[in-house]
């Protein structure tokens, strides 16, 4: 026994000794990255103060009960909307059906906040549409019920009808890549449609199902907006306001503990079902799988179907942001363009660390992927954590770098230092690069597999050592992958409300905050023109995911 430990020590210090400096700074990197969530994990050990115990009095139950049944009900609705939209998408032929395969993506552009508050001003009592009802039917205010929209069912629906492209996506997917021969095995066995979907095909899909579910749950747990909006208090608010409303980071850090255990939950619930839920299909990729032609009624109905998501989710908020715009006829707010320099600014800046970031750990994982492919896998972690407890994570962090350096100075040269982070833009593109890191790592990973391990061999038979390989080799072909991964990067950092809210510099402002505190003060037409010009910008990489997910189901064919 003792023998065989040696001997793996040994084995393990000879491979640590012939690591070479790529695969040292992708693992070093990567670890820093996971920095941030260690010190939201650690934050439990800190004293409590008075608040922490008043919490779990008084509201920690409400805050449970209202995560989690958002959580669930948004998971219920994206996988209704996604797998009848996917199925009939993938599935069946119909009128307007080339359109629909990439417009119920839309809504992926619309941030969930914007959603609420235009749905908040339509759907309440003083709102156009309860109004219009008084007025036709000349009711008082008693005389009917209507259902609240700021209530958790209502954002519910809104989360829903934003988030179900995540499960639309993942499913059409895997429909259209399923086994042609399985499903004229159901045909032959006098299976009808309705059967095969019910007992062959949603079945087969349910890997894809649970994945993109999952992602709605995650975006879920990061929404503030919503919640704030519609004053429902949940965990992501109640950090938030233990933070600013309190000033009491310990209680912060508490919930930020409780809901970061929630997804790491969550995580490993997705990963277990999608390992026991594993399929290998037929290789018949060569017959397209032959769709239903659908026409009249069911037509009507299909067509009905798939532009209920597209008008709810994304055509009646879009159109109302530009009537309240257009309508207030007011001058464009003069902060707007500084705003929107700031934005610009930020989200390339983001862009260009993440996507370096996650390049070279990337790389780091194809040259020694037993070593890195630990950090790596950790450090991807980010994006399913909510970016308010990534925002504790990373301000707890810098905190501890400032004071150890003002301490060291003191020490040294008799004056301190200050904060040299907190509060700057520094620590604002850290939380991002922690936050997306693993949306730029997937782009990447999945372009570097279309690279043949093969060219790397001969690019190192030639002498070319792992830098010439990555600038002469790898770069060319990686052209499509780096600019899917910036695009995703870019709209992502545009739309994040939580860490922009907590870690930005005093008197510094992006599109999303200056839309979300509009629609705080009920100024519906200046928060407008900054939802407009985030949606607008969000269609960018619609037209990406459109080509990358949806080419499957060009190769089917139709018959009757």
Not at 391 to 399: K, T
Not at 513 to 536: H, K, N, S, T, W
Request: glycine residues 8%; positive net charge; charged residues 15%.
């Amino acid at each position: 026994m003792m023998g065989a430990a040696l001997a793996r020590l040994s084995s393990a210090g000879r491979r640590i000794r012939t690591l070479n400096s790529w695969t040292w700074t992708a693992s070093v990197t990567s670890l820093l990255l996971v920095g941030p969530l260690l010190v939201v994990v650690f934050g439990l050990s800190a004293p409590a103060n008075d608040l922490w115990p008043h919490l779990v009095d008084t509201v920690l139950a409400g805050y449970i009960v209202n995560t989690v049944g958002i959580a669930l009900g948004v998971a219920l609705g994206t996988a209704i909307l996604g797998v009848s939209t996917a199925w009939l998408i993938a599935m069946c032929d119909f009128p307007g059906r080339a359109f629909f395969s990439w417009a119920l993506v839309l809504p992926l552009a619309l941030p969930g906040y914007i959603a609420a508050f235009v749905y908040g001003d339509l759907l309440e009592f003083a709102g156009p549409i309860q109004t219009a009802l008084r007025d036709y039917f000349d009711w008082g205010k008693d005389d009917y019920w209507f259902p609240s929209v700021r209530s958790p069912l209502g954002a519910t629906v809104v989360l829903s009808l934003v988030l179900y492209p995540y499960a639309y996506l993942l499913v059409q997917t895997a429909f259209a890549t399923q086994s042609a021969t399985l499903i004229e095995t159901g045909r032959l066995l006098g299976r009808g449609p309705v059967r095969i979907f019910r007992t062959l095909a949603v079945p087969l899909a349910r890997p894809a199902l649970v994945a993109g579910c999952a992602l709605a749950v995650m975006e879920t747990l990061n929404d503030i907006g919503v919640m704030e909006l519609f004053g429902i208090g949940t965990f992501t608010t109640g950090i938030y306001r233990a933070w600013f409303g309190f000033g009491d980071i310990g209680a912060a850090a508490r919930l930020a503990t409780v809901l970061l255990l929630v997804v790491l939950a969550v995580l490993w619930a997705e990963r277990r079902l999608r390992k026991s839920l594993r399929y290998h299909p037929e290789n018949d990729r060569s017959r397209p799988v032959i769709r239903y032609v659908l026409r009249g009624r069911r037509a009507a109905m299909a067509m009905l179907g798939c532009g209920l998501p597209v008008l709810l989710g994304f055509v009646l908020p879009a159109a109302f942001l530009a009537w309240w715009h257009l309508r207030a006829g007011a001058p464009i707010d003069p902060a707007f363009p500084a705003i929107m320099l700031n934005t610009l600014g930020l989200a390339l800046a983001a862009t260009a660390l993440t996507v370096a970031i996650a390049w070279l750990v990337v790389f780091g994982l194809r040259l020694d992927p037993a070593i890195v492919r630990p950090f790596a896998r950790t450090a991807g972690a980010g994006y399913a954590v909510p970016g308010v407890v990534v925002a504790v994570g990373v301000l707890g962090l810098c905190s501890l770098f400032d004071h150890a350096v003002d301490d060291v100075s003191r020490m040294i040269f008799g004056a301190g230092t200050g904060l040299l982070l907190s509060g700057t833009v520094t620590v604002l593109l850290f939380a991002y690069a922690v936050r997306f890191l693993a949306v730029s790592m997937n782009a990447l990973e999945s372009s570097y597999h279309r690279i043949p391990g093969t060219l790397d061999a001969a690019a190192r038979t030639l002498g070319v050592f792992p830098r010439g390989m990555l600038v002469r080799v790898h770069v060319p072909l990686l052209r499509g992958g780096i600019a899917t991964a910036a695009a995703l990067v870019f709209v992502e950092v545009m739309k994040e409300l939580p860490a922009t809210l907590i870690l930005r510099p005093f008197d510094f402002n992006t599109l999303a905050v200056r839309a979300f505190e509009m629609a705080q003060e009920e100024r519906m037409a200046d928060a407008a023109l900054p939802a407009i010009a985030i949606v607008a910008v969000g269609l960018v990489p619609l037209i990406v995911l459109s080509r990358r997910f949806l080419q499957p189901s060009v190769a089917a064919e139709t018959s009757s």
